[in-house]
C-alpha cells in the first residue's frame, strides 16, 4: 500500500532521538535491539509536506544505489534537499531496511542542521547520501561508493570517499580516484584499498591518498585541474608504484 510522504514535527525528531539513544544502551548492555515504534505513522509527531508524494513503507534495496535510485525517481532533490525533516522522518519509514543487527550511530539517521545552513555529518545519513549522489553526481561515481553497498552497513565506501570535501566537491579529483581506485569492469572499488593497516603492500591507498598523498601534492601543484596522468607522473614513488597502477 502507498502512502504520502510527510515530515517530523520537533516532537517528532525528539522522539526518535530519544528511541535511538535508548536503543543504543539497550543492545549495548543485552545485545537485544528494542521494538521500534511507526514513529512515522504518528499523527503528533508528523507533518504535512505540502503536497502529495507517494511512497511504498515496504520497498527493500539490494544496496544503497537501489534505494537512492527508487527514492531519488519519487523524489525532487533539489526541492528537499534543505529539508532535515523530511530526511529524519525517511529514516523512520526505513528504519528495519538500514539496520540490522547492532544500531547505528544517532547521525545515520538524524540531519542536524548547523549555524552554516549545512548539515553536520550528512554524509553519514543513510537516506540523504544515498539520494544526493544519485541526484548530483556521476553515476559512476554512484555505483563506486553505492553498489553492492548494503543500506544497513555505514562503510569504508562513504566514509572515506564521501567524508572528505575536496572528494565531493571536486570533479577532477573524483575522476582521478576513480581512474586509480575502481575496477573499470564493475565500477565497484578495487580489493583491499581502504585496508587500515598501511602495509608495504598497501601503499598508495585510499586512506594514504585522503591524508597524505592528496594533501603533499596540492602544496605544488594544481591538483584540481591535472588528468589522471598528470597526477600519477608527479606524485611520486607510492603512488607511482602501488599495486592500484595497472
Known amino acids: 500500500m502507498m502512502i504520502d510522504i510527510k515530515k517530523f514535527n520537533d516532537d517528532g525528531i525528539i522522539a526518535f532521538k530519544k528511541f535511538l539513544k535508548d536503543n543504543r544502551s539497550s543492545y549495548d548492555i543485552s545485545g537485544v535491539p528494542l521494538h521500534f515504534p511507526d514513529f512515522h505513522n504518528e499523527k ?7 503536497k502529495s508524494i507517494q511512497i511504498n513503507p515496504s520497498e527493500t534495496f539490494a ?10 525517481s519519487i523524489l525532487k532533490f533539489s526541492e528537499f534537499k534543505n529539508d532535515h525533516t523530511v530526511w529524519n522522518w525517511l529514516s523512520s519509514l526505513f528504519y528495519n531496511e538500514i539496520t540490522k543487527g547492532k544500531p547505528n550511530d544517532i547521525e545515520q539517521y538524524i540531519l542536524e542542521p548547523s549555524v552554516s545552513g549545512y548539515f553536520k555529518l550528512a554524509y553519514r545519513h543513510r537516506i540523504f547520501m544515498s539520494v544526493q549522489l544519485v541526484s548530483e553526481y556521476e553515476d559512476d561515481w554512484c555505483k ?3 553498489k553492492d553497498a548494503q543500506p544497513s552497513i555505514h562503510g569504508d565506501r562513504i566514509e572515506q570517499l564521501c567524508g572528505n570535501r575536496y572528494n565531493l566537491y571536486n570533479k577532477k579529483i573524483r575522476r582521478i580516484l576513480m581512474d586509480i581506485y575502481q575496477d573499470e569492469k564493475t565500477l565497484l572499488p578495487k580489493r583491499g584499498i581502504f585496508n587500515k593497516e598501511i602495509k608495504d603492500d598497501d601503499k598508495g591507498s585510499v586512506r594514504r591518498f585522503n591524508s597524505t598523498i592528496r594533501n603533499r601534492m596540492r602544496k605544488y601543484y594544481d591538483i584540481f585541474d591535472m588528468s589522471t596522468k598528470d597526477f600519477i607522473n608527479v606524485s611520486g614513488k607510492e603512488l607511482k608504484t602501488s599495486k592500484w597502477i595497472k
Do not use: P, T
Not at 544496496?63 to 531519488?72: P, Q, R
Open 44 to 50: 503528533n509527531l508528523i507533518n504535512d509536506i505540502g
Open 63 to 72: 544496496d544503497k544505489y537501489e534505494m537512492g535510485v527508487y527514492l531519488n
Open 144 to 146: 563506486f561508493i553505492l
